[in-house]
């Protein structure tokens, strides 16, 4: 359900990402002789890298949320299961502990995703004054 759920937004953003890959870059590295892999490693994966991470980033979200909503309705197992479970059982504080603890974990994620998204983008980010004035 994760993967159903998640491939959307990461799949449109990865294509979005390699589309909107400079064209000078591109034709610069060709008219240097470089070849079909060489271009990929070198031009594409590069630029890319950043908004392909941050598709994933977005994908996390939708397949936590995605699974939690699954595994409520049809599952018997699983954290979505154990949490309505909770519910039926008037277990609220344990429910709301088990949510909890989902919301940290992928908080976490996120967070160093947002760190990895940082450290190999810290080449492609403009300064403050390109911004302004371009």
Do not use: W
């Not at 390699?18 to 070849?35: K, N």
């Not at 919301?103 to 403050?128: D, E, K, M, Q, W």
């Amino acid at each position: 359900m994760a993967a159903v759920s998640a491939f959307f937004p990461v799949a449109i953003t990865a294509a979005h990402a390699v589309h909107e890959v400079a064209t000078v870059h591109v034709r610069a590295a060709r008219c240097l002789g470089a070849s079909r892999g060489q271009l990929l490693t070198k031009v594409y994966a590069p630029s890319a890298i950043g908004p392909i991470l941050s598709g994933l980033r977005i994908g996390l979200g939708v397949a936590v949320t995605g699974v939690l909503l699954a595994e409520t309705a049809v599952a018997s197992a699983g954290m979505g299961f154990r949490a309505i479970q909770f519910y039926n059982d008037l277990r609220i504080s344990e429910m709301y502990a088990l949510l909890f603890l989902v919301f940290i974990l992928a908080a976490t994620v996120n967070a160093l995703f947002g760190r990895l998204i940082r450290h190999l983008t810290r080449y492609t980010r403009s300064r403050p004054e390109e911004v302004f004035f371009s």
